[in-house]
T-cell receptor, first 113, second 111 residues
């Protein structure tokens, strides 16, 4: 069963702690993306990666970090430097950086207490 | 990327066709029209996309006007599970393409 998985679905953390969100895809896609969605809002791009061992900042990268050591994995770390980390985080992928359709995972809802 | 305008909400009767309009009057020649939907607390789901010609797949049909300044997504037989926020987006096929969702149209399918 191919697709994008994100875990966990719900995550709670104390303020000041770093937390890493998982994103895995078995679609053999080259490009992967992380978005943030706040209640009633659209998507904002955090980071994206067009190929293994390479990634670029999106519009709101401050307070976040990523790695792309494997093609199928693109974990996102929300650091203590992120001032408002509570949000719905969405991972997406597409076949290559010039291909159109992005496919999304189910999302992780992070709540920082 | 060109901006889009959609009505904030619409209701639809179960079993009837739902016609969702989108205006994109500043669209350029190499920009595609995409439709996604998002059911509450889930990731967005790709529906359909097109450039100039009308398109149809198992989920929906996309009608693009000849001048490409507007389009309509048609859900032929709406079900309760089609209740979602529907987003119309225009974008080029380019490196690191980011999806910018506007407000979308909140569609409520009623029994």
């Amino acid at each position: 069963d191919g697709g994008i998985t994100q875990s966990p679905k719900y995550l709670f953390r104390k303020e000041g702690q770093n937390v890493t969100l998982s994103c895995e895809q078995n679609l053999n896609h080259d490009a992967m993306y992380w978005y943030r969605q706040d209640p009633g809002q659209g998507l904002r791009l955090i980071y994206y990666s067009q190929i293994v061992n390479d990634f670029q900042k999106g519009d709101i990268a401050e307070g976040y970090s990523v790695s792309r050591e494997k093609k199928e994995s693109f974990p996102l770390t929300v650091t203590s430097a992120q001032k408002n980390p509570t949000a719905f985080y969405l991972c997406a992928s597409n076949r290559d950086h010039s291909t159109d359709t992005q496919y999304f995972g189910p999302g992780t809802r992070l709540t920082v207490l | 990327d060109a901006k889009t305008t959609q009505p904030p909400s619409m209701d639809c009767a179960e079993g009837r066709a739902a016609n969702l309009p989108c205006n994109h009057s500043t669209i350029s020649g190499n920009e595609y029209v995409y439709w996604y939907r998002q059911i509450h607390s889930q990731g967005p789901q790709y529906i359909i996309h097109g450039l100039k010609n009308n398109e149809t797949n198992e989920m929906a049909s996309l009608i693009i006007t000849e001048d490409r300044k507007s389009s309509t997504l048609i859900l032929p037989h709406a079900t309760l599970r089609d209740t979602a926020v529907y987003y119309c987006i225009v974008l080029k096929k380019a490196a690191g393409n980011k999806l910018t969702f506007g407000g979308g149209t909140r569609v409520l399918v009623k029994p």
